[in-house]
Structure formats: structure tokens, C-alpha cells
Nanobody, 117 residues
Framework: VQLQASGGGLVQAGGSLKLSCAAS????????MGWFRQPPGKEREFVAA????????YYADSVKGRFAISRDNAKNTVYLQMNSLKPEDTAVYYC???????????WGQGTLVTVSS
């Protein structure tokens, strides 16, 4: 499975960005797709996830009400709509896929989001 993330960039605080992540290859078994981020000098952290077959969504407390994860089944693509962005949202954002509940097995290359104050 290959994951290709895109959509990062520079935005002012209060602005919006939409990230995309397209999965290709052996995508017949997707349990969840999600987004993680790694702020400068910090460890990678969970942002949001979507359970593929039932469309359940999960969010980190820090992004609830501001970010929304969604999908396009036909394109095997997951999106992250980020609104009301804050400087502390600055990070490299990674998409990930897990075919089962156990582990995030596949990772995209990361896309940088920079939020200026």
C-alpha cells in the first residue's frame, strides 16, 4: 500500500487548509485511515481517524470542532479539513492506514502545515 499526502502549506491563523491522502496498491482491506502530526521538536501525535466501513470518526481533543476527517471511497482517499487554524497546529502531517485494528502499518510521506500568527 502506498499513501500520497498533499495539501500542506502556509496559512495565517484563523485560516483553513484541506489535506488529502490517496491510497493505492493493496487497498482492499482498510480498517481505518487517519492523520497524525509532528510539531517541531515534539513527538508524533494522533489527530484524527476514520473507520472505513462504518464511517466512525475520532479526533484528538486539541482539534475537535475545528478539524473534520472524511473520505471518498471510490478514490480510496481520506481528507482532513482544517479550520480555525492556530500557530500550535504547525506540524508535519502524516496520513496513515491500518488494515486491521492492531497497528498503523502504512504511512505517507508527510506534508508540512505552517500557521503564522
Amino acid at each position: 500500500v502506498q499513501l500520497q499526502a498533499s495539501g500542506g502549506g502556509l496559512v495565517q491563523a484563523g485560516g483553513s487548509l484541506k489535506l488529502s491522502c490517496a491510497a493505492s496498491g493493496r487497498t482492499f482491506s482498510i480498517y481505518q485511515m487517519g492523520w497524525f502530526r509532528q510539531p517541531p521538536g515534539k513527538e508524533r501525535e494522533f489527530v484524527a481517524a476514520l473507520t472505513w466501513n462504518v464511517d466512525n470518526t475520532y479526533y484528538a481533543d486539541s482539534v475537535k470542532g475545528r478539524f473534520a476527517i472524511s473520505r471518498d471511497n471510490a478514490k480510496n482517499t481520506v481528507y482532513l479539513q482544517m479550520n480555525s487554524l492556530k500557530p500550535e497546529d504547525t506540524a508535519v502531517y502524516y496520513c496513515a492506514l491500518r488494515p486491521t485494528v492492531t497497528t498503523w502499518s502504512y504511512w505517507g510521506q508527510g506534508t508540512l502545515v505552517t500557521v503564522s500568527s
